[in-house]
């Protein structure tokens, strides 16, 4: 039987945190599914669309990954996966509160599924994509942060951003 786990997230821009909770995550699973979810709270920066294509080209050559979109109820989807737990990760003990929350929910919700809580690497755990999406919107680098292709996507989002001659520093304006 095949252990399967699913890591949901907005992924708006993905990030080498999401990166390294993944690679990680795989070597739990057998396969992991990573769940790109319209968060209607969010107004996101790239399509659901866009954000698994970028998904897809930032996990090429990790064996045992695979990028789907879903709506509705995770749970219900984690379900329709046949997956045995929803993979989250914990950057800080600011994150701890809500998913803790969000967990026991989804047990309530159908408690044959586990929620597994998986921190970054020391070096990623203050990198989220709302601070690359700031960064980036006032001309920093984030290729520190992102994968390339992430970083050629921000890039055309942003282009006055990127322009020759603008500071490549958001404290330098």
């Not at 969010?42 to 045992?64: D, H, M, T, W, Y």
């Not at 292709?149 to 006055?160: L, V």
Request: net charge neutral; glycine share 6%; charged share 25%.
């Amino acid at each position: 039987m095949n252990k399967i786990g699913i890591y949901p997230g907005s992924f708006d821009p993905l990030t080498h945190g999401h990166l390294d909770v993944i690679r990680r995550a795989v070597k739990l699973f057998d396969h992991v599914i990573v769940a790109v979810a319209t968060n209607e709270a969010k107004r996101p920066l790239f399509s659901k669309g866009e954000r698994c294509q970028l998904v897809n080209e930032a996990i090429e050559g990790i064996p045992g990954v695979s990028v789907d979109a879903f709506e509705g109820l995770l749970v219900d989807y984690a379900a329709r996966k046949n997956a045995h737990a929803i993979i989250r990760g914990l950057r800080a003990i600011s994150d701890y509160e809500f998913e803790f929350q969000m967990a026991l929910m989804n047990r309530q919700l159908n408690s044959d599924i586990e929620t597994i809580f998986m921190m970054p690497k020391d070096q990623y755990t203050f990198i989220s994509s709302g601070m690359v999406k700031e960064v980036a919107s006032l001309g920093g680098d984030i290729r520190p942060f992102v994968p390339e292709a992430i970083h050629d996507a921000m890039k055309k989002r942003f282009p006055s951003q990127y322009s020759p001659g603008h500071s490549s520093h958001p404290l330098n304006s």
